[in-house]
C-alpha cells in the first residue's frame, strides 16, 4: 500500500512520541521474533518427519529478532520487553499448553496461521511508513514469513479432514486474543503511522486466504476470521 512521499516525510522518527510508541512496538516484534523461534524448535519436537524444514525457520526466526534489534538500536530506543512479553501471553501461554498436549493442529495453527498472518499485516502497514534501515530489514522479513504461513498451509490443507474439528477450537479460543492485542496496540501503532483499520483488513485478507488455501468453504471463512472481533 504505498503512501505519498509527502506524507512520509511528516513523520518524525526522533521524536520522544514516535520514540516512545516504537519503544512498545519494537519490542512486541522482537518478543514476537524470539517467542516464533522457540515456537518452531517445539513444532520440530511434534513433526520429526519435518524436523529439518522447522528448525530452518526457527533459525530465520532469530535472524529476524536480530534485525529489529537493529532497527530500536538505530532509532536509539530501547524495546520495552516486558511489556511485549505481557502482551504475547495470552497466545503464549495457549501454545505451551496445546505443545504439553501433543495438540499439533492447534500449535501450527497459532504460530503458522495466526502469528504469521498477524506479522504479515503489521510489516506490510509498517514498509511504506517506516525510517529507510528499518524499511529494508522488513523488506526482507516479511518475504520469510510468507514461507512459514505456506507451511502451515501446505501441512493443514493435507491433513484437513482430520484438523478441521481442532482448527475451529482453536480458532474459537485464540482468535480473539488478535483482535485485544490489536486493539491494545492501535494507538502505539497510529503513533507510528500504521492504521489500526489496514491493520485489521491485511489481517483478514490474509487470514481468510491461508483458510481457503487449506480447504475452508467461503461460508466457514466469514464466520471463522471474523469470530470474537466484536468482543
Ligand atoms: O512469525 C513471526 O515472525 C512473527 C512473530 C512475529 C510477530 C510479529 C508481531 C507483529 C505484531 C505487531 C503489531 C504492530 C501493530
Ligand atoms: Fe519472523
Ligand atoms: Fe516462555
Ligand atoms: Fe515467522
Known amino acids: 500500500m504505498p503512501q505519498l512521499a509527502a506524507e512520509q516525510e511528516e513523520i518524525d522518527f526522533k521524536s520522544e512520541k514516535y520514540k516512545d510508541a516504537y519503544s512498545r512496538i519494537n519490542a512486541i516484534v522482537i518478543e514476537g521474533e524470539q517467542e ?80 504469521e498472518c ?22 526482507g522479513v516479511v518475504k520469510d514469513e510468507y ?23 482453536a480458532n474459537r479460543q485464540n482468535l480473539p486474543l488478535v483482535w485485544r492485542m490489536l486493539n491494545e496496540v492501535a494507538d502505539d501503532a497510529e503513533t507510528l503511522a500504521m492504521e489500526k483499520d489496514a491493520l485489521v483488513e491485511d489481517f483478514m485478507i490474509q487470514y481468510g486466504e491461508a483458510l481457503s488455501n487449506i480447504g475452508f468453504t467461503t461460508r466457514d471463512i466469514m464466520r471463522l476470521s471474523a469470530y470474537g472481533l466484536t468482543a
Not at 504479515?120 to 502497514?125: D, K, P, T, W
Not at 501441512?155 to 478441521?164: G, R
Open 36 to 115: 516464533a523461534h522457540e515456537n518452531y524448535i517445539t513444532l520440530a519436537q511434534l513433526l520429526p518427519e519435518h524436523q529439518d524444514a522447522l528448525i530452518r525457520l526457527s533459525k530465520m526466526e532469530s535472524r529476524h529478532k536480530k534485525g529489529f534489534e537493529a532497527c530500536g538500536r538505530n532509532l536509539e530506543v530501547v524495546p520495552d520487553l516486558e511489556f511485549a512479553q505481557k502482551f504475547f501471553a495470552g497466545l503464549h501461554q495457549n501454545f505451551q499448553t496445546a505443545a504439553a498436549e501433543g495438540k499439533v493442529v492447534t500449535c501450527l495453527l497459532i504460530q503458522s496461521l495466526i502469528i
Open 118 to 139: 498477524f506479522a504479515i499485516a503489521a510489516y506490510n502497514i509498517y514498509i511504506p511508513v517506516a525510517d529507510d534501515f528499518a524499511r529494508k530489514i522488513t523488506e
Open 147 to 169: 514461507s512459514h504461513l505456506n507451511f502451515g498451509e501446505v501441512w493443514l490443507k493435507e491433513h484437513f479432514e482430520e484438523s478441521k474439528a481442532e482448527l475451529e477450537e
